[in-house]
């Protein structure tokens, strides 16, 4: 049976947190709390902002309260906070007078938790594992618990955990409380777009119990609205809201390459962004990064600074994930200069094409990479697109073509077809692998007429770039293809002819040349030839 209040016996703060009814779940972590203290362990309750760590400690209290005679609750923000909880420790069981040095005062609240049992300190978000420690008393035995909560991953001489986010269950049984209806599947996928963030679930779940609307409409507010929906409490103006929750961890990241970093990983995907990356394309990250990612130890070091602060992970593979509510905050900061930043990672992701398909592996790491490009292109408008855009879509296409998922690869070769201002060879192979798997039938679904843009393409070509695209179609059709290209562009056979001869042999003119020295137009009328 869930403790509803703490029994009178037990002393506590005048301002002890209330238990929190709508709390959900987390029985695993209380278990594994109640176990470590029962071996005479200091535990700290670790993980990002929004988590839920100090309602977790609030929940322990409550539940084991019957173990303890003294239950304490620290703000260890700072000394001077942790300073006035220990004085008014000390008032309330009359350790010292009113007017004691605080010096002496903590000495005599550390003595006395020395000489004491069954009490329970929980100092609530400690800044690092330095500030509270020096309040401990040298040893605890049975029945002296201290229990810290922290964004900081960072404790050393302490027991450790880290909480996660809500599973699926757990999201829906925590909604369920807070609006008393049944979460539906409008609400999963709310609940998967806010990563499970308790904190985001629990301003949804009062905003929607407050407004009387369902799941679907909130839904619906979200994706128009995201972050603002989340960014204040009207009810409560004091209430710590999602955005401010990862400003403050932000904030507190003092390494530049650290914050640079986190402004590239806030446009990836959310999840398996390998730390390697970085470092592969180290050439286009910004200055402070640059150098920072060609050093292995300096590196290291800027990456700890953000799992410290649970503003990113780290897995023993080297993929790094976000919450996708941390990348929301961030980008919503960086949105005047969010073009500059879209563009390093288009840049970072160049560096990382490559041509072979042919193992497991490579056709692993392109789904991979494809669900980064596809992330970080999908808000590109068309007056935005560069040739380093196309040169991604390219990559896509090829990939996805050579996995059999042609209605995909098509989908990126009509992206280069369309446009005009790109690499001439990259336009080529995307109108080769564009008409070629529609003269194979291989995806009749996908409902397009290839010719119309085939003709805007050709015609917007230079005199060059025609005869390399009537080439191609030659060596496309096969038999008599400088024949048919001849007379479907109105072209001389002789200028499909060498385009298809420049291509085979990889003799490409270079790009301040149209002509071989010594050509020109002539003036003489060429039947149309065979080839």
């Known amino acids: 049976m869930r403790i509803t209040s703490l029994p009178e016996t037990v002393k506590i703060n005048p301002n002890f947190p209330k238990q929190n009814s709508f709390f959900t779940g987390r029985d695993i972590d209380l278990q594994k709390i109640h176990r470590s203290l029962n071996k005479n362990e200091t535990v700290a309750i670790t993980g990002m902002g929004g988590i839920g760590k100090s309602q977790i400690a609030i929940e322990y209290a409550y539940r084991y309260a019957s173990e303890y005679q003294f239950i304490w609750w620290v703000n260890a923000e700072t000394p001077e906070n942790i300073n006035e909880a220990y004085h008014s420790f000390a008032q309330k069981i009359k350790l010292v007078s009113p007017d004691e040095k605080i010096e002496r005062t903590i000495d005599c609240v550390k003595d006395w938790m020395r000489e004491n049992g069954h009490w329970l300190f929980i100092f609530d978000n400690a800044e690092n594992e330095k500030t509270p420690e020096r309040y401990f008393p040298t040893l605890c035995g049975e029945g002296r618990h201290i229990l810290v909560t922290s964004r900081n991953t960072k404790f050393r001489n302490v027991t450790s955990m880290e909480i996660k986010v809500f599973v699926e269950a757990e999201a829906c049984q925590f909604i369920e409380k807070l609006t008393k209806k049944p979460a539906d599947e409008h609400f999963k996928e709310l609940a998967e777009k806010m990563g499970y963030l308790p904190l985001a679930l629990d301003h949804a779940g009062a905003y929607m119990h407050n407004n009387k609307i369902s799941y679907r409409d909130y839904l619906d507010l979200y994706n128009n609205h995201k972050l603002a929906l989340l960014a204040d409490d009207d009810d409560d103006p004091d209430k710590i809201t999602v955005a401010t929750t990862w400003k403050i961890s932000i904030e507190k990241i003092k390494n530049q390459a650290s914050h640079q970093l986190l402004h590239l990983i806030a446009y990836f995907a959310p999840d398996n962004i390998a730390k390697k990356w970085f470092q592969l394309a180290k050439e286009v990250l910004p200055d402070e990064l640059r150098e920072v990612a060609a050093n292995d130890l ?7 600074e953000l799992t410290k602060y649970s503003l990113i992970s780290l897995d023993e593979n080297g993929l790094i994930s976000i919450h996708r509510l941390v990348q929301e905050v961030i980008r919503e900061s960086l949105k005047n200069n969010q073009a500059q930043w879209q563009n390093i990672c288009i840049n970072i992701l160049n560096e990382l094409r490559y041509k072979d398909f042919s193992t497991a592996e490579s056709r692993a790491r392109f789904l991979t990479l494809a669900a980064h490009i596809e992330t970080i292109t999908k808000d590109i408008t068309n007056d935005a697109e560069t040739e380093e855009v196309a040169n991604l879509y390219f990559f896509l296409g090829w990939g996805f073509e050579d996995l059999a998922e042609y209605k995909k690869a098509l989908e990126y070769y009509v992206r280069i077809v369309l446009k005009t201002t790109y690499n001439i060879i990259y336009y080529l192979c995307a109108q080769y692998s564009f008409i070629n798997l529609f003269s194979m039938k291989k995806d009749e679904t996908f409902d397009i007429d ?7 393409f050709f015609h917007n070509l230079s005199e060059k770039d025609r005869r390399y695209f ?17 007379s479907l562009y109105k072209v001389h056979p002789h200028t499909v002819r060498d385009g298809k001869e420049e291509l085979l042999s990889g003799n490409l003119l270079p790009s301040d040349k149209v002509r071989r020295p010594g050509g020109g137009r002539k003036k003489k009328h060429y039947h149309n030839q065979s080839g």
């Open 298 to 304: 300096y590196y290291t070091k800027a990456i700890s």
């Open 450 to 456: 290839p010719q119309p843009y085939l003709l805007l």
């Open 470 to 486: 009537c080439g191609l179609e030659a060596i496309r059709l096969g038999v008599h293809g400088v024949k048919k290209v001849s």
